[in-house]
């Protein structure tokens, strides 16, 4: 009967349950898949500033190139579906994302997005956000050219333009027609087109600011892939509103859901190694 008593006494049974709680508590916490910078919440979260290149009478590139009244691609569509793509998939992870263009607006100078940028970001987190993305897609006179281009400002933007040429050039799954140089036919080649600096679309006055262009819409094996593909749709941006509007042309749903699920890997890991 002692032994029994001594063993259920108050001091011995706060030992037992301090014990079960850090088991329980380091369950939860290794169970978990651990994200570091990412599950961070409020002002510590980053924030993402994604900028969809050209809008309104500003096309970008056209497929077939150079035909405005009878192209079946814009660019400026492309680039908007992939953004809210992408800024889907940031939210779902914590990021914090605001947008320069929202549906077709014509912002062709890149002090007027800079700004856009800068008073969404104070206004919607009380403070300036971390990057700058500017999604686009490339243009040729030539439909059989394609390849992987990343555009930077400065030196400083440099390691944020790695992170994403790397994502963008080693991403797996998807991508049925962008064959690699080695596999590819004698008339078609993705080729590795490296680095850029300068003007070239670049929002100045962002670090860091980086511009992406995945592929060449003009190519036509890309844009017939988006006209005539199974999951090929028209898109409506700004659904309900007076600004809403039917792309030209029709997007597969894979093709877009493929390069944004790469750009929001190059975002993350940037992220993680930088923070
Ligand atoms: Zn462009």
Not at 12 to 25: I, M, P, Q, S
Request: with cysteine; aromatic share 10%.
């Amino acid at each position: 009967m002692e032994t029994l008593r001594a063993y259920y006494s108050p001091s011995k049974l706060f030992l037992w349950g301090g014990a079960l709680f850090v088991l329980l508590a380091s369950f939860l916490f290794f169970s978990q898949e651990h994200i570091p910078i990412l599950e961070q919440e409020g002002e510590l979260a980053p924030l993402v500033v994604l900028d969809a290149g050209h809008g309104g009478k500003d096309l970008g590139a056209t497929f077939p190139p150079e035909q405005e009244d009878r192209a079946r691609l814009f660019e400026k569509d492309l680039n908007l579906a992939v953004v809210y793509a992408v800024k889907e998939r940031l939210e779902r992870r914590g990021v914090g994302v605001v947008l320069t263009r929202l549906c077709d607006e014509d912002i062709q100078e890149s002090a007027r997005r800079l700004n856009i940028a800068k008073e969404r970001c104070v206004e919607k987190f009380g403070r300036l956000c971390d990057l700058l993305v500017s999604v686009h897609h490339n243009g040729s006179f030539d439909v059989t050219h394609d390849g992987l281009m990343v555009v930077y400002g400065k030196e400083d933007d440099l390691l944020f333009s790695y992170a994403l040429h790397k994502a963008l050039w080693e991403g797996e799954g998807p991508r049925p027609l962008i064959a690699r140089a080695e596999t590819a036919s004698p008339h078609y080649r993705y080729g590795n087109e490296g680095f850029l600096t300068g003007e070239y679309g670049i929002v100045t006055g962002f670090s860091p600011a980086v511009l992406t262009e995945a592929y060449y819409i003009t190519n036509e094996k890309q844009a017939l892939e988006h006209l005539s593909s199974a999951d090929s749709t028209s898109l409506v941006f700004c659904t309900g509103r007076k600004e809403a509007r039917a792309t030209r042309g029709a997007f597969s749903m894979g093709k877009i859901a493929w390069e944004a699920d790469l750009i929001v890997q190059g975002i993350t890991t940037f992220l993680e190694e930088s923070f």
